[in-house]
């Protein structure tokens, strides 16, 4: 079992810049994969960006993200970060930590981040 927990939502105007935080804990050297997804409201959860944590990492961003949006891992916290800058209205949304670990998948509780135009 992998548990995890996020912090660093929040409610910022367009084009300031939020960081997004993960803890893993419980099994967590079974980790191959990390990522962050975001569901707005009305709409399906999505992608944003995601970390592989075999064979050194490897990075997938949506391309709605790209280069506004870093994803990051610190193996010796073991935390995964999302650095947003310039944001925008449409990144409003829950989102929510992802980790593989032996092949299960484990969510986060979902942290909210809202940008007002």
């Known amino acids: 079992q992998v548990q995890l927990v996020e912090s660093g939502g929040g409610l910022v105007q367009a084009g300031e810049s939020l960081r997004l935080s993960c803890a893993a804990s419980?099994?967590?050297?079974?980790?191959?994969?990390m990522g962050w997804y975001r569901q707005a409201p009305g709409k399906q959860r999505e992608l944003v960006a995601t970390?592989?944590?075999?064979?050194?990492?490897?990075?997938n961003y949506a391309d709605s993200v790209k280069g506004r949006f870093t994803i990051s891992r610190d193996n010796a916290k073991n935390t995964v970060d999302l650095q947003m800058n310039s944001l925008k209205p449409d990144d409003t949304a829950v989102y929510y930590c992802?980790?593989?670990?032996?092949?299960?998948?484990?969510w986060g509780q979902g942290t909210q981040v809202t940008v007002s135009s």
């Open positions: 992802r980790v593989i670990a032996s092949y299960f998948v484990y």
């Open positions: 419980g099994r967590i050297s079974s980790i191959n994969n």
């Open positions: 970390i592989t944590t075999v064979g050194g990492d490897s990075t």
